[in-house]
């Protein structure tokens, strides 16, 4: 069995949401009974959560056959010397047509969001099956 290779990336869906809820939380609060000041709270918490969403870069998450799985900077990228980070795939947790992938990296746990544009039917299939195979259960 090869090794399976999955671009883990901000998705551009997600980000599309979150421009649309802003947009349409600036329209309720002008339509409402609010002073109109609260309409200065909407550009930052959209830019907090657009930060979120796109803070950490790019990486390639190879799950090999053994079990271990690693973090690569993405193909292209002209990183010489940067080396690859062992991480620890915990759960994959399915939230409707959103998917949530937890990692342990260097001892801390992170999450990866996905939706359909970052990770295909196949590739969460194939990931779920790896999951099943080799994570360890969480207490």
């Given at each position: 069995?090869?090794?399976?290779?999955?671009?883990l990336?901000?998705?551009?869906?997600?980000?599309?949401?979150?421009?649309?809820?802003g947009?349409?939380?600036?329209?309720?609060?002008?339509m409402?009974?609010l002073?109109?000041?609260?309409?200065?709270?909407?550009?930052?918490?959209l830019a907090?959560?657009?930060?979120q969403?796109?803070?950490?870069?790019?990486?390639?998450?190879?799950?090999l056959p053994?079990?271990?799985a690693?973090?690569?900077?993405?193909?292209?990228?002209?990183?010489?010397?940067?080396d690859?980070?062992?991480?620890?795939?915990?759960?994959l947790?399915?939230?409707?047509?959103?998917?949530?992938?937890?990692?342990?990296?260097?001892?801390?746990?992170r999450?990866?969001?996905?939706a359909?544009?970052?990770?295909?039917?196949?590739?969460?299939?194939?990931?779920r099956?790896?999951?099943?195979?080799?994570?360890?259960?969480?207490?």
């Amino acid at each position: 069995m090869a090794s399976l290779a999955i671009e883990l990336r901000p998705s551009r869906w997600l980000q599309l949401a979150l421009w649309l809820l802003g947009a349409l939380s600036a329209l309720a609060l002008w339509m409402s009974a609010l002073p109109s000041w609260a309409l200065m709270l909407v550009p930052p918490l959209l830019a907090l959560a657009l930060w979120q969403l796109r803070r950490d870069p790019p990486v390639l998450l190879e799950l090999l056959p053994s079990g271990a799985a690693r973090l690569l900077p993405p193909a292209g990228d002209d990183q010489t010397g940067v080396d690859a980070v062992a991480c620890e795939p915990l759960q994959l947790e399915q939230r409707g047509p959103v998917q949530v992938l937890l990692l342990r990296v260097q001892g801390r746990v992170r999450r990866w969001v996905a939706a359909s544009d970052t990770l295909p039917p196949a590739q969460g299939r194939a990931l779920r099956l790896w999951l099943q195979r080799h994570a360890r259960p969480t207490p």
